[in-house]
């Protein structure tokens, strides 16, 4: 009966050794506190996002075992906007003009929402102003927007266009269209749209400084924020009550490197957008995971605007997990060149329930590494050397001394 206990215990031993082992080829481990069921969402926190891979393919959740490790498999999901857009079909009844300029009048034979009006303009150079009604007869108008700007600017600086017409939901028969231009508009197609979209959920960042600078005909704003992390929207506080169509390029830093002068920053473009006084400074950034940016600001011959404020945010990546058996389980991050897991659940449709809890986290732990062996030094004391050096002397000048003497 011995043998058999002794037996199971180096087993057990071996199986904990690997399942250590599998684990620290990642830098870091989070306890997971809550797992009592098959499915859980674990909100990955800011602080992992430092120490991942740019893919973010290095995330793992271990369950441990007396005598065996688990991977759980997870679906990553993330809190982006979800749009669901359908075109709505309608009639134009009649185009006239008078002094205020040119009317378009639409028809929407079925009764539809809409919130969403593009206008596909083939002029340049063009700033106009627009309104437009909704009515059920065609007697009784209502205003759904008023002196809304349209332009187009096109010239050696900026190639910029805004055409689309938004507006909070609507339900009438006919829609009635001013462009208040002296001259007929070049309009080759209209589009009218239902825009059902689901917000989306952002986790704000702290800045912890930002910097502006000008130089060049530029404004220079650098942002440093408290962690590395994914950004996804960034929004800008213009105070400048004018009107301006700015281009902006937006860099994060990747790397930085100590030359006899200083830090050399070396920053790669992240997004290119447009600075305008007619449309919300918020910007869509394809999440990089970064913790310093640099927005460029291109004012050509122009004032600096004044930029009062810079804001940061990135969506919320949830990991559901799905967990079958017990043990203490460990979110577990940063490995240089991990491959994406490949899970079943990724591939096939997964009934998840409708209410899933969040777990907890731990305490955050490092993982510790496998030291490299390095061979001592022979001698380590180096009185052991002087005096092996003085030996070999010696020895040498009393053969010398004797090979002399037989000369003579």
């Known amino acids: 009966m011995k043998p058999k206990i002794n037996l199971l215990v180096i087993l057990t031993l071996l199986a904990i050794s690997f399942c250590n082992a599998q684990m620290n080829s990642y830098s870091k481990k989070i306890d997971l506190i809550g797992v009592d069921s098959l499915w859980h969402n ?25 005598i065996d490790t688990i991977e759980a498999p997870y679906l990553h999901r993330v809190s982006k906007a979800e749009h669901a857009n359908s075109e709505i079909s309608f009639n134009l009844l009649n185009t006239v003009n008078n002094s205020k300029g040119f009317f378009y009048t639409y028809e929407v034979p079925q009764k539809e929402l809409i919130n969403e009006i593009k206008l596909n303009i083939q002029d340049i150079n063009f700033n106009w102003l627009i309104t437009l009604e909704g009515s059920q007869n065609q007697k009784e108008w209502f205003n759904l927007l008023e002196d809304y700007r349209i332009l187009s600017i096109n010239n050696d600086q900026t190639d910029y266009s805004f055409t689309t017409l938004k507006f909070p939901d609507a339900n009438f028969k006919f829609y009635r269209l001013l462009i208040k231009s002296p001259e007929k508009p070049n309009l080759t197609s209209v589009q009218i749209l239902k825009k059902a979209k689901k917000i989306a959920a952002y986790r704000d960042y702290k800045v912890r400084s930002f910097k502006i600078s000008k130089e060049d005909k530029k404004t220079i704003i650098d942002v440093d924020l408290n962690n590395r992390v994914p950004l996804n929207l960034l929004e800008l506080t213009v105070d400048d009550k004018i009107d301006y169509y700015r281009s902006i390029s937006i860099q994060y830093l990747a790397d930085s490197v100590e030359t006899e002068k200083g830090y050399h920053y070396n920053f790669r473009p992240m997004a290119t957008k447009t600075l305008s006084s007619i449309e919300d400074n918020s910007f869509q950034l394809p999440g990089t995971l970064a913790q310093k940016i640099r927005i460029i600001i291109l004012n050509n011959d122009n004032q600096p605007l004044k930029i009062s404020d810079v804001r940061l945010k990135g969506y919320i990546h949830t990991l559901t997990t799905r967990f079958t058996q017990p043990a203490d389980y460990f979110l577990v991050y940063g490995k240089k060149n991990a491959r994406r897991p490949n899970y079943d659940i990724t591939k096939t449709r997964v009934s998840l329930p409708e209410s899933i809890s969040n777990l907890s986290f731990g305490k955050v732990t490092e993982l510790p590494k496998k030291e490299t062996q390095t061979t001592a030094p022979l001698f380590e004391n180096k009185w052991w050397l002087w005096a092996i050096i003085v030996i070999v002397i010696g020895l040498l000048g009393y053969f010398t001394i004797g090979m002399m003497k037989k000369e003579l």
Do not use: H, S
């Not at 996002?49 to 441990?64: E, K, Q, W």
């Open 42 to 66: 674990i909100e990955v926190p800011n602080e992992v996002f430092r120490d991942l891979n740019t893919n973010m393919a290095d995330i793992r959740i271990y369950g441990v075992t007396a």
